[in-house]
């Protein structure tokens, strides 16, 4: 009997003698947020301005497409419309809200209400500051 | 000389009662020793369905034993019983064990399921035994079990070799009240070396309760019950964190309370040299840190599932 239970403790602590207390979320800490990206303005008409455009729907049909009515003849599916407008002094007062809204028939866009962001105002400011080039 | 006479005579007598006394002390220590029975059969096995019992095989024998767990009977919607035969079409968890007992007292087992795909290796030690006169009053089984899982995560959850491991130790008390009747309470302890989130205990505690009646001499209906006194209930996030193994959680606004105290019932057979256990219980795994900590089915919302051992004894 003595043997059989020396034999049961010894198992006993050979099996405490593998324990852990590890906790998953101890070890891996969810990852600190970085330093915010630095806003990338590469001055190019369609790797720079057009996606902008694109993802805030500016380019629809009825909006600022080619095809349909454009408001206020505003065209930002080709560089020559963007460029029209971008001399006409139509394209950044739209974008950057410097002026209360409607003043000299310019309103903020885009319509859906919500405002770029400040990265992609500059990114399109700073192509249209150099020259608005077609590239 | 007459004095004399009376105070031998005195001194013969008490030391004949002396002798008569000592011959009595003798022979109830022989009647005693002789009447030292203890209390065989507390439970039919060394499990009564998912729970071990005190109980421990004989001396010098092998037991081979076959488990089985089968999919969610889905009682409620009674197409099932085409479907998936109330859970017999559907996936099951199976474990077979060998388990060999040295002295009556000490056994040991390995084993090996699929569910969690775990590997493990338990001793049982039968500390004290019930007898039917006087001396213990109950049973009491000491056991400890190492369980090792080889499922892969896809991710670095088991980045440690001996984060794999889960233990559980656990102390049974029983009595057996009578031919028919058996009652044992224990308290168990599941330690997994890894957990997923902050909140998570290593260290979960379950209290134990597991009983028999038996009806006629080769059958008897059996239940049992863990009650979680630490579980980690309703404090798990349901996104992020890492691809836990083990299964999945019921989600109710945003947390989650996936897991629930297993119980069984079920009937013990007896035929020939098997024991057939066939029962109904709400958890899938086979391995004490499943059923205890990883029960994620509820009865009171009918999730049940069938479930059978079957074990057979080799003498040597």
């Known amino acids: 009997m003595k043997k059989t239970l020396f034999a049961f403790v010894a198992i006993c602590g050979l099996f405490m003698s593998g324990c852990l207390k590890d906790n998953y979320s101890v070890i891996h800490p969810p990852p600190a947020p970085g330093p915010p990206k630095p806003c990338d303005t590469v001055s190019s008409f369609s790797l720079g301005v057009t996606p902008i455009f694109t993802k805030y729907g500016c380019t629809a049909v009825n909006c600022h497409a080619t095809a349909g009515t454009p408001g206020s003849g505003v065209v930002l599916d080709t560089w020559k419309g963007t460029n029209k407008a971008n001399n006409n002094g139509l394209l950044l007062p739209a974008i950057n809200h410097a002026q209360a809204n409607g003043n000299g028939g310019i309103f903020w866009m885009p319509l859906t209400g919500n405002s770029l962001t400040a990265c992609e105002v500059a990114q399109i400011t700073k192509w249209a500051n150099e020259g608005a080039p077609n590239n | ?316």
Not at chain 2, 67 to 92: E, I, W, Y
């Open chain 2, 1 to 316: 000389m007459k004095r004399i006479l009376i105070a031998t005579a005195m001194l013969c007598l008490s030391v004949g009662a002396f002798a008569q006394d000592e011959l009595l002390n003798l022979m109830n220590e022989g009647n005693d020793k002789k009447a030292k029975d203890y209390a065989i059969a507390t439970f039919k096995t060394t499990r009564l369905f998912n729970f071990h019992t005190i109980e421990t095989q004989s001396k010098r024998t092998l037991d081979f034993r076959i488990s089985h767990r089968f999919s969610d009977m889905t009682v409620k919607n009674p197409a099932s019983l085409g479907q998936t035969a109330f859970g017999l079409d559907g996936s099951a968890s199976i474990k077979l064990s060998l388990e060999y007992c040295f002295d009556g007292r000490f056994q040991i087992g390995v084993s090996r399921c699929n569910d969690q795909k775990i590997a493990s290796g338990f001793a049982k030690y039968r500390l004290l035994r019930q007898t039917t006169n006087k001396g213990n009053p109950v049973s009491i089984t000491l056991f400890t079990g190492i369980y090792h899982t080889f499922v892969q995560t896809g991710d670095d959850y088991y980045a440690k070799a001996l984060d794999r491991l889960s233990f559980c130790h656990q102390i049974m008390i029983a009595r057996k009240f009578n031919r028919r009747f058996s009652f044992q309470a224990g308290l168990a302890m599941v330690h997994y070396n890894i957990v997923p989130y902050p909140t998570d205990k290593n260290d979960l505690y379950y209290a134990t309760f597991v009983t028999r009646f038996k009806l006629t001499n080769r059958m008897a209906i059996t239940a049992e019950y863990a009650y979680g006194l630490n579980n980690n209930n309703g404090v798990i996030p349901t996104t992020g964190g890492p691809n836990v193994p083990y299964p999945p959680a019921t989600v109710t606004n945003g947390l989650t309370s996936p897991y629930y105290n297993s119980a069984s019932i079920g009937v013990d057979i007896e035929t020939g040299g098997h024991v057939f256990q066939i029962g109904i219980c709400n958890s899938y795994g086979l391995d004490e840190p499943e059923y205890f900590a990883h029960t994620n089915k509820d009865w009171m919302q009918t999730q049940i599932r069938l479930g059978f051992n079957i074990s057979r004894v080799f003498d040597f």
